[in-house]
């Protein structure tokens, strides 16, 4: 019957299993390097934060990642790297930022893959390139989904009110201070925003589009991390790895074979393989002006994170699009007609993007505001409002967000600092923060009622002394909001 469907099919069995091995031989390629951008984008996201050794599990993390790197085909490296990964986000629960907590959904789904295979399978032997086959379709799934809501959460008053948007102030940050825009194309700014982050997932979702949307994508995050705002090269390396794996498996081989030509030196020997004087004075104004970059960037980059972002984040991105763009240029995509980057090996798949999905829509069910990729969109959910178009505030089911507490006055740096912003939070972080920090006095509203704790006078058991459930307190973190409308700008 197989034969049958084969031959019907116009390829013959040996065809078709050469296909299939080819195929795999690709995916595992795709693996080794999947696992190399990834530990990369860990050292970026430690380099960003300055954490390479202030705590042993960052010294490890970045140990592992370096492991990675130099031996992309050693699965219990690669597994003892991803680990770490996730003790990192775990550990730092909830004050974690939003492409780290996507990192840990990536990687959680990555051990998913890995169990299901080892189970399927009946052993502990894993192919490479069947691992990667497992976990890629449903974090493909995810980064759709973290598209989705990087425009869906923007589409709300504040976005598009150009005196608070977030997309001016990036857009302003991204420029030097002499330039200045018209009103009209700091207006028009936040729809052209909408316009990218939504053209990106779409032309990733096609075959004929998808190396394109890479290309695309790739591009307009290398751009976005030179903002003076706040340089995101530690979410553009996230993205960048993610990107990966919605290209053809030939570019994972690809990438190899030219990084096997590096190594081997094969592009230097060609180029000095004959002698003339015009190579010779070609070689010595290379090495002049690299020597007068180099000084030049000495003098410029005297800081840690602009040395890290400069040099460091600019050659990687470079190399990476470069790359990119030649295999674009002058490769086929070579795809069997079985590879559907889109189909779940197992319904269990679904799983973690719901997951995905659900904290994305966490705002407007009542909960989280922060980890919620809710990222600089201008949002509010907050005190029974809300700014977006399309969900109402009647939407949340929780409670969380509709207990707001404004600080009047308090002996609390934190707090006071509250105050002094004409900032509004929620009970739940505030009854944390008093519980934590302990202050001797705090003056506030609570829903329209003035109160004053005493930390003297205030009994063993009062609410405020008492922190919230510890599980809570992992899962839930929600942002300040401003006392007036619109909202400004923030994290």
């Given amino acids: 019957?197989?034969?049958?469907?084969?031959?019907?099919?116009?390829?013959?069995?040996?065809?078709?299993?050469?296909?299939?091995?080819?195929?795999?031989?690709?995916?595992?390629?795709?693996?080794?390097?999947?696992?190399?951008?990834?530990?990369?984008?860990?050292?970026?996201?430690?380099?960003?934060?300055?954490?390479?050794?202030?705590?042993?599990?960052?010294?490890?993390?970045?140990?592992?990642?370096?492991?990675?790197?130099?031996?992309p085909g050693n699965l219990l490296g690669f597994l003892l790297f991803i680990a770490l990964q996730l003790y990192s986000v775990?550990?730092?629960?909830?004050?974690?930022?939003?492409?780290?907590?996507?990192?840990?959904?990536?990687?959680?789904?990555?051990?998913?893959a890995l169990l299901y295979l080892i189970v399927k399978q009946r052993s502990f032997q894993v192919n490479q390139g069947e691992w990667l086959k497992m976990f890629a379709p449903a974090v493909r799934f995810e980064i759709i989904i973290l598209y989705f809501y990087?425009?869906?959460?923007?589409?709300?008053?504040?976005?598009?009110?150009?005196?608070?948007?977030?997309?001016?102030?990036?857009l302003q940050a991204q420029l030097p201070s002499f330039i200045t825009l018209p009103p009209g194309i700091i207006a028009f700014n936040a729809y052209f925003t909408l316009l990218i982050e939504g053209a990106i997932p779409v032309l990733l979702l096609f075959k004929r589009t998808r190396h394109w949307g890479i290309l695309f994508g790739v591009v307009f995050h290398c751009i976005l991390s030179y903002s003076s705002y706040?340089?995101?090269?530690?979410?553009?390396?996230?993205?960048?790895?993610?990107?990966?794996?919605?290209?053809?498996?030939?570019?994972?081989?690809?990438?190899?074979?030219?990084?096997?030509?590096?190594?081997?030196?094969?592009?230097?020997?060609?180029?000095?393989?004959?002698?003339?004087?015009?190579?010779?004075?070609?070689?010595?104004?290379?090495?002049?002006?690299?020597?007068?970059?180099?000084?030049v960037l000495n003098k410029q980059l005297y800081d840690f994170h602009s040395f890290h972002l400069y040099f460091y984040w600019t050659s990687y991105s470079l190399v990476y699009i470069y790359l990119l763009i030649r295999f674009v240029y002058t490769k086929k995509s070579v795809e069997a007609e079985a590879y559907r980057p889109l189909s779940l090996p197992h319904w269990s798949f679904m799983i973690l993007p719901i997951i995905v999905f659900l904290n994305g829509l966490s705002p407007y069910l009542g909960l989280k505001t922060e980890n919620s990729y809710s990222m600089f969109s201008n949002l509010r959910t907050e005190g029974g409002k809300s700014n977006h178009y399309i969900i109402p505030v009647s939407f949340q089911i929780f409670d969380y967000q509709k207990d707001i507490v404004e600080v009047i006055s308090s002996s609390d740096n934190e707090l006071q600092e509250a105050a002094d912003t004409n900032s509004l939070m929620v009970f739940f972080t505030f009854k944390d923060l008093v519980a934590q920090n302990k202050p001797a006095k705090v003056e506030y509203i609570r829903n329209g009622i003035h109160q004053t704790f005493e930390l003297a006078k205030a009994p063993a058991n009062s609410e405020l002394l008492q922190p919230n459930n510890f599980i809570l307190r992992q899962l839930l973190r929600f942002r300040l909001i401003s006392k007036y409308d619109p909202q400004p700008c923030s994290h």
């Fill in 1 to 71: 019957m197989l034969a049958a469907k084969t031959l019907l099919s116009g390829i013959n069995p040996d065809e078709k299993e050469t296909t299939h091995l080819a195929l795999l031989e690709a995916h595992n390629w795709q693996f080794k390097v999947f696992s190399v951008l990834w530990a990369i984008a860990a050292l970026f996201h430690m380099a960003h934060s300055g954490v390479y050794d202030i705590k042993l599990n960052y010294t490890l993390l970045s140990l592992a990642a370096i492991f990675v790197i130099f031996r």
């Fill in 90 to 112: 775990f550990n730092m629960m909830p004050r974690v930022s939003n492409h780290w907590i996507f990192t840990a959904f990536i990687n959680l789904t990555i051990l998913h």
């Fill in 150 to 170: 990087a425009v869906f959460q923007k589409l709300n008053s504040g976005f598009f009110s150009p005196d608070v948007s977030c997309a001016t102030d990036l």
């Fill in 230 to 295: 706040n340089a995101y090269y530690d979410f553009s390396s996230m993205v960048f790895a993610a990107y990966f794996l919605f290209a053809s498996p030939q570019f994972g081989v690809f990438m190899a074979r030219n990084w096997a030509l590096v190594k081997r030196g094969i592009y230097f020997r060609k180029t000095t393989a004959t002698f003339n004087f015009k190579k010779l004075t070609f070689f010595i104004v290379i090495f002049l002006v690299g020597l007068a970059i180099i000084h």
